[in-house]
């Protein structure tokens, strides 16, 4: 089969994926063009290797996002947006892998296609702890109090959700030795402990610039602009910096530090 006629059928593939994540609400419309443009991005310079490695990314982070969604409700008035993925969310996780992958397309270098890697593995580090961290039954340690703090607060740190970031980003470090000759043993695992690395960025930006909010009805600090049906009140942070300017510097940075880890 040509080059050509394969690229067609992945092309399909990511339109039907793009299409399945919106019939299941893991996407908004927006998030749904959103992510046939990143699929679109990989699959040109990965083909389909990458698109597996975005596709492991995408199949387990909504699978955790659904694990028992009922306890994690509360968690959710706290975050701004929640369940569906609209563009700005998809882009803030997958934008700077679409972008190393036109970068790679361009200048087909190896260290590319690490930084593409590492972008995933701190995306899905990142998910995999929020996801699988809320569910935790102990009250999660602020990173840098060290005090106790309600789940889904900014800067929270649990046990379950530190194990569940170094798997995720370790995942996708271990897939990609598998699937790429040029990423030896050595790198998967440095890939693995940067994309954790980067997720500890995320975690971080959170507890210090990202933008908070106060609801002036119930008090509660949240990252929301509206609350109890109301605008809610600047606290603190950077007002640019809110969840997912914070995800996207955190991927940028992680996949940079790569570099280092890739030059040692
Ligand atoms: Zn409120």
Known sequence: ?????????????????????????SLTLSGTFATIIVGLAILLAFGAKGLFLIGTFFVTSSFWSKYRADKKKSMEDKIKKSGAR???QVFANG????????????????FLLYMFITSL???NSDTWASEIGSISK??????????????????????????SALCGAFLIGIISDYLWNEVTFQVGLAIGMVGFIGNLFDTILG???????????CGLITEKTNHCGQS??????YR?????????LSIVLGSLLILLFSTI
């Open 1 to 25: 089969m040509s080059i050509i006629s394969n690229h067609i059928i992945l092309f399909i593939i990511v339109v039907i994926a793009a299409i399945s994540g919106y019939k299941v609400r």
């Open 86 to 88: 609209d563009a700005v």
């Open 95 to 110: 934008g700077a892998s679409a972008l190393f992958s036109m970068l790679y397309l361009l200048f087909q270098e190896n």
């Open 121 to 123: 593995a701190t995306a």
């Open 138 to 163: 102990r009250k999660p340690i602020h990173v840098l109090s060290l005090n106790r703090v309600d789940a889904g607060t900014s800067g929270a740190m649990s046990l379950l959700g530190t194990f």
């Open 207 to 217: 507890a210090t610039v990202q933008v908070t909010y106060t609801c002036p009805n």
């Open 232 to 237: 809610t009140i600047y606290k603190s942070g």
């Open 240 to 248: 640019f910096l809110n969840n997912d300017t914070v995800n996207f």
